[in-house]
């Protein structure tokens, strides 16, 4: 005891049983999750404890079952070379959740219930936190309607509950293939798409099983007033670039507002780029030179080919692509290789 070889013993992170190298992005069952309450009674959670992961009860009448008055939110907590732990704006995912909750009539836990909900998942399952540069663990906040609510009300009880499970790539396969879907739509003006609401995800399945069916990776959605402007992937943000001009759809209602995509604006911003918010036509995503999605899932991939009526139209991919020099800026910073001039990173 006390010896050198002891400490360093001590020192050494202990990781869960995992083939890190062959993770995608599906449910690992990791050891806790957190669960905090929420009654009309005490108009405020509870304190919230950290239980074993595992399935929950839910009245068959629950909001969130009939209704789906429920939102969800997407973190990643990295590891750092030197094994220490880092999450990436968690303060921004708290405040989309507020955003989304008063959408949705929801009751909302602060910013700091937020963060201490997150940071105390993120421990509590520290062994299952990825080596350094082998994926991340995904971190998973939900907030549902729980009271039994026949009528079409808001839920008078609610429940914040925060799991996660360690991730690879959202798509293995080398290329992501998009078609344009001119059918179906991911969201309306009015309606709930610039939030993270659960309603918006099951509605795309249609659309993107179809695509898939025919070899595409993923769907590219259009406006639904007028089928002539990109909106998003079916879990992502997209943007295009020609001549050093990056555009993507503006945050105005139907796009989804990602943190992801937000980091990469003002990472673009700092080399140089000019970056336009502003509606895109699928004709000019047609004619330019990259194009890449973006997301706290899928982080930043090269779209390598958009097929559109019939027509397929092939970009720039690889190491030389704008999208590969702001990926790599991303990640270093998330992963603590490039130094975090933003104040992004929050190390636990
Ligand atoms: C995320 O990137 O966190 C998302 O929301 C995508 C998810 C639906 C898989």
């Known amino acids: 005891m006390g010896s050198l070889e002891h400490l360093v013993e001590c020192d050494k992170t202990e990781y869960a049983n995992v083939n890190w190298d062959e993770l995608g992005f599906a449910l690992t069952k990791t050891d806790y999750m957190f669960v905090m309450n929420w009654c009309k009674d005490g108009e405020k959670f509870s304190e919230g404890v950290l239980t074993r992961f595992g399935n929950i009860e839910l009245c068959p009448s629950s909001g969130i079952l009939n209704y789906g ?9 990295y590891r750092k070379e030197d094994e220490r732990i880092l999450l990436f704006r968690p303060e921004e995912n708290a405040l989309r959740m507020q955003m989304g909750a008063d959408r949705m009539c929801m009751p909302s836990p602060t910013v700091q219930q937020f963060l201490d909900a997150v940071k105390k998942t993120v421990l509590a399952n520290k062994r299952w936190v990825p080596p350094h540069g082998r994926g991340a663990l995904y971190v998973r906040p939900l907030l549902m309607g729980t ?4 009528g079409v009300k808001p839920a ?6 925060v799991y996660a499970s360690p991730v690879g790539s959202y798509h293995k396969g080398p290329n992501l293939n998009l078609v344009v879907e001119d059918k179906t739509h991911r969201a309306t003006p009015g309606g709930t798409g610039g939030v993270k609401a659960v309603i918006n995800y099951s509605p795309v399945y249609k659309a993107l099983s179809e695509a898939k069916a025919k070899g595409f990776t993923d769907v590219l959605f259009l406006d639904a007033l007028t089928g002539k402007y990109i909106e998003e992937g079916s879990a992502c943000n997209v943007f295009v670039l020609k001549e050093n001009v990056i555009s993507t759809p503006p945050a105005h209602g139907t796009i989804l507002p990602g943190i992801t995509r937000k980091s990469i604006i003002e990472i673009a911003l700092t080399f140089g780029y000019q970056v336009e918010e502003r509606a895109v036509p699928i004709e000019q995503v047609l004619d330019a ?15 390598a080919s958009i097929t559109y009526k019939e027509k397929r139209i092939e970009y720039k991919m690889g190491a030389e692509t704008v999208a590969q020099k702001l990926y790599a800026t991303l990640t ?12 992004w990173t929050v190390a636990i």
């Open 332 to 343: 270093g910073i998330q992963t603590g290789l490039i130094e975090d001039k933003m104040g």
């Open 69 to 77: 008055q429920g939102l969800f939110e997407g973190l990643k907590a």
């Open 156 to 161: 008078s009880e609610y429940t914040f509950l």
């Open 147 to 150: 009271s039994p609510n026949l």
């Open 289 to 303: 030179e990259e194009v890449f999605c973006t997301g706290t899932a899928m982080v930043v991939r090269s779209v």
